[in-house]
């Protein structure tokens, strides 16, 4: 009841390509759906997130995508870029102050 | 910008000691969580606090495990007695009161149990 899948666990995207990673919960009393970003050796830095009662939000060169019924969420990456290569993680949590359930990572390489 | 800082960066200790790793986590924020990483895993939930007290646990964070936020700064996460499954990167978060659930989290602290 508490995961969060998220798929794929690796995707290589060429420079200026679109990365796209999904990510799947079962809990419906989640109520927030962030996206971190993690470089090796490094903490998760939240990249973007979004709250059930919108469907999408753009951040420069992220968006996010969500469908409630489906109980998914997916993070769009345009222009894909060397730099953004990163493991990301989905996750979600409910309630104020509540622990985040993290899915599995992708690991994005972006080629040149 | 401010931002949790976490030490020791790396601990390397033998199976059975006791280690503490210390976290200071944003100054205007009330809610501390600690979170593991075990090296190419998902990150996973230990447990927060709030108002002086745990908030929430997992099931990880057993009696072998204690939090303590010994002055106004400092936040701690205590292991009594090590064992080699818990060698992994122990991250620290921190979050303002209001309603964003919006977590910063620290650098990490690799810990290694021998």
């Known amino acids: 009841q508490q995961q969060v899948k998220q798929s794929p666990q690796s995707l290589i995207v060429q420079k200026g390509g679109i990365s796209i990673i999904n990510c799947a919960y079962e809990?419906?009393?989640?109520?927030?759906f962030p996206w971190y970003q993690q470089f090796p050796g490094k903490g998760p830095a939240l990249l973007i997130a979004?709250?059930?009662?919108?469907s999408e939000k753009k951040e420069g060169r992220f968006t996010i995508s969500f469908n409630k019924s489906a109980k998914q969420f997916s993070l769009h990456i345009m222009d894909s870029q060397p730099g953004d290569s990163a493991t990301y993680f989905c996750?979600?949590?409910?309630?104020?102050?509540?622990?985040?359930?993290f899915g599995g990572g992708t690991r994005l390489m972006v080629k040149p | 910008e401010p931002e949790v800082t976490q030490t020791p960066s790396h601990q390397v200790t033998q199976m059975g000691q006791e280690v503490i790793l210390r976290c200071v986590p944003i100054?205007?924020?009330?809610?501390f969580y600690w979170y593991r990483q075990i090296l190419g895993q998902k990150v996973e939930f230990l447990v927060s606090?709030?108002?002086?007290?745990?908030?929430?646990k997992s099931e990880i964070f057993d009696d072998q495990f204690s939090v303590e936020r010994p002055d106004g700064s400092n936040f701690t996460l205590k292991i009594r007695s090590t064992k080699l499954e818990d060698s992994a990167m122990y991250f620290c978060?921190?979050?303002?009161?209001?309603?964003?659930?919006?977590?910063?989290f620290g650098p990490g602290t690799r810990l290694t149990v021998l």
């Open positions: 978060a921190s979050r303002t009161s209001g309603g964003n659930n919006e977590q910063f």
């Open positions: 809990n419906t009393a989640f109520d927030y």
């Open positions: 979004i709250r059930p009662d919108v």
């Open positions: 996750a979600a949590s409910s309630g104020a102050g509540n622990m985040l359930t």
């Open positions: 100054s205007n924020h009330l809610y």
């Open positions: 606090f709030y108002n002086n007290e745990i908030s929430e």
